[in-house]
């Protein structure tokens, strides 16, 4: 009987553990770059897409001082909702398809 007390004890821990791990990865920010610093992507720990940030020379390498500010934030802009977009609706995907091998039945820590 003690042993398994001491089981449940362990089995809360890991949860709690599982918790804090989970808040913390979603409250990270992860920056990947390419062409040299001329396109940023951030995400969270957890690979959620937050935003993008695009230098004048990724859009017009030729004659980056022919692209504004306002046309780099609204591309910004644009990609960064198509972006949240398809993430929200694989999001949706996976729980139709997991509610479908499950039953409907919730399983903690499966989505």
């Known amino acids: 009987m003690m042993n398994?007390?001491?089981m449940m004890k362990q089995a809360q821990n890991i949860q709690k553990k599982l918790v804090e791990a989970q808040a913390e990865?979603?409250?990270s920010?992860?920056?990947g770059t390419a062409g040299n610093?001329?396109?940023e992507v951030t995400c969270d720990g957890k690979g959620i897409f937050k935003s993008i940030k695009l230098s004048a020379e990724a859009i017009n390498p030729e004659n980056p001082s022919s692209v504004s500010s306002d046309d780099i934030e609204?591309?910004?802009d644009l990609i960064t909702?198509?972006?949240?977009?398809?993430t929200d609706k694989s999001?949706?995907?996976?729980?139709?398809k997991m509610k479908s091998v499950t039953g409907g039945v919730s399983i903690p820590g499966l989505m």
């Open 4 to 6: 398994m007390m001491n």
């Open 29 to 31: 920010s992860i920056t």
């Open 91 to 96: 999001k949706s995907v996976l729980e139709s």
């Open 81 to 86: 909702t198509a972006m949240k977009a398809a």
């Open 37 to 39: 610093g001329s396109v």
């Open 25 to 27: 990865l979603a409250s």
């Open 74 to 76: 609204m591309l910004e």
